[in-house]
Nanobody, 123 residues
Framework: QAQIIESGGGSVQPGASLRLSCAASGRATSVDTMGWFRQAPGKEREFVAAIRRTGGTWYNTDVVLGRFVIARDNVKNMVFLQMTGLKPEDTAAYFC????????????????WGQGTQVTVRS
């Protein structure tokens, strides 16, 4: 059985920081790539960042603009997304995913998904 659990979302003011955490268990720990996607109301889910087991990282530069950093703890089977300089347009549900992700920015490459954690940025 595979499980992905996200935490760390919340409601913050513009310019604040948040650190999202994601814990994988079961079969979800056997895959190579863990990533973050987000979905705002009325919009399609979009890729944010991903990290391979070996440490290689990818970012959606249109979204991140150097504000987000993804990191991984292979021993604890966890991935983190450190977000700084948050903007109202970052408001979305953030989903953690795990998979082999041959096309790393394609959500279809991720077999396991969490339920999402809400991030709201407003004054």
């Amino acid at each position: 059985q595979a499980q992905i659990i996200e935490s760390g979302g919340g409601s913050v003011q513009p310019g604040a920081s948040l650190r999202l955490s994601c814990a994988a268990s079961g079969r979800a720990t056997s895959v190579d790539t863990m990533g973050w996607f987000r979905q705002a109301p009325g919009k399609e889910r979009e890729f944010v960042a991903a990290i391979r087991r070996t440490g290689g990282t990818w970012y959606n530069t249109d979204v991140v603009l150097g504000r987000f950093v993804i990191a991984r703890d292979n021993v604890k089977n966890m991935v983190f997304l450190q977000m700084t300089g948050l903007k109202p347009e970052d408001t979305a549900a953030y989903f953690c995913a795990a998979g082999w992700a041959l096309q790393i920015m394609d959500s279809n490459g991720y077999e396991y998904w969490g339920q999402g954690t809400q991030v709201t940025v407003r004054s």
